[in-house]
């Protein structure tokens, strides 16, 4: 059996780096940031402008990681492109809500 040359482990690292990696969505195991930026790319797919994209893509995930209401700017935008988030597959109905979602540290309210 041959050692690997250097050459080799270069080019197999680089057919490795090359194949895309599937991260499952709403993944403990996906890091908000990474989130965030898929959430970025589905919303620019459905026409929305990158800043505003950014904006919605980063209230989306930390709702979703701390149950974090969003500013009054990310909620206009959330109202103003609700179709182009549905359409993403990113809505959540308790965004707009005025508390969020219960955390583990904020017990709901029966």
């Known amino acids: 059996m041959h050692s690997p040359t250097p050459h080799s482990l270069t080019a197999q690292a680089a057919k490795a780096a090359a194949m895309p990696v599937a991260v499952p969505l709403h993944s403990n ?31 989306i995930a930390k709702f979703d990681d701390y149950g ?29 809500l005025e508390r969020g979602r219960p955390t583990a540290s904020q017990p709901s309210k029966r």
């Open 68 to 96: 974090r209401c969003p500013s009054h700017r990310q909620r206009r935008l959330i109202m103003q492109h609700s179709a182009q988030i549905c359409r993403a597959r990113l809505w959540r109905a308790q965004l707009l």
């Open 29 to 59: 195991k996906t890091p908000l940031r990474t989130r965030g930026i898929l959430y970025c790319q589905k919303l620019m797919h459905q026409g929305i402008v990158y800043s505003d994209a950014r904006s919605i893509a980063s209230a």
